[in-house]
Antibody
Framework: QVQLQESGPGLVKPSETLSLTCTVSGASITSNYWSWIRQPPGKGLEWIGYIYYSGSTKYNPSLKSRVTISVDTSKNQFSLKLSSVTAADTAVYYC??????????????WGQGTMVTVSS | SYVLTQPPSVSVAPGQTARITCGGNNIGGKSVHWYQQKPGQAPVLVVYDDSDRPSGIPERFSGSNSGNTATLTISRVEAGDEADYYCQVWDTIGDHPVFGGGTKLTVL
């Protein structure tokens, strides 16, 4: 049974860098594409980016200049860094796995999510 | 970027059928995936590739997709189905996922 668990600080100061890690259990991180998604309070889902174990990445164009997603195969983890944060980056951050479907990809397994607040 | 439009809310009485729509330009030419998100919980995939269900999802959840509208249908609605529902497609031009704005299903 594949499980994902986010970890990282729940409070980040404005202008600093938000850093989160997702630990994958029950599957090898080399088996899939992995993604970060966020949800501001009371709002909808926003895709942040995804990564393959090889290090190949794709980012949301609206966040691309501030986002870095990386993978650590030795720890079966992947990570998110979002720089120069503002209050608008306050959200629940989810990590998720991308499942290959007949036509494209869907998010089949999600972490429980971690709330990150940007505030001084 | 590709845009998906969902109604903000849908209400239905227990035992009735709920239909949640997801509009997009020629969305019938894409695969649509649907997620259920209950308060305080992570989203759960309930339908993928327009009409397939992951293991463990009740048959009451079904989907269709044609023209400019995809529809998630929930039959014999139960109180436990009250949640936000999101549609998602893959933007093949940008090579990334796109979510709809979400629909809050209220069971009366």
């Amino acid at each position: 049974q594949v499980q994902l668990q986010e970890s990282g600080p729940g409070l980040v100061k404005p202008s600093e860098t938000l850093s989160l890690t997702c630990t994958v259990s029950g599957a090898s991180i080399t088996s899939n594409y992995w993604s970060w998604i966020r949800q501001p309070p009371g709002k909808g889902l926003e895709w942040i980016g995804y990564i393959y174990y090889s290090g190949s990445t794709k980012y949301n164009p609206s966040l691309k200049s501030r986002v870095t997603i990386s993978v650590d195969t030795s720890k079966n983890q992947f990570s998110l860094k979002l720089s120069s944060v503002t209050a608008a980056d306050t959200a629940v951050y989810y990590c998720a796995s991308l499942m290959t479907t007949v036509s494209d990809w869907a998010f089949d397994i999600w972490g429980q999510g971690t709330m990150v607040t940007v505030s001084s | 970027s590709y845009v998906l439009t969902q109604p903000p809310s849908v209400s239905v009485a227990p035992g009735q059928t709920a239909r949640i729509t997801c509009g997009g330009n020629n969305i019938g030419g894409k695969s649509v995936h649907w997620y259920q998100q209950k308060p305080g919980q992570a989203p759960v995939l309930v339908v993928y590739d327009d009409s397939d269900r992951p293991s463990g999802i009740p048959e009451r959840f079904s989907g269709s997709n044609s023209g400019n509208t995809a529809t998630l249908t929930i039959s014999r609605v139960e109180a436990g189905d009250e949640a936000d529902y999101y549609c998602q497609v893959w933007d093949t031009i940008g090579d990334h996922p796109v979510f709809g704005g979400g629909t809050k299903l209220t069971v009366l």
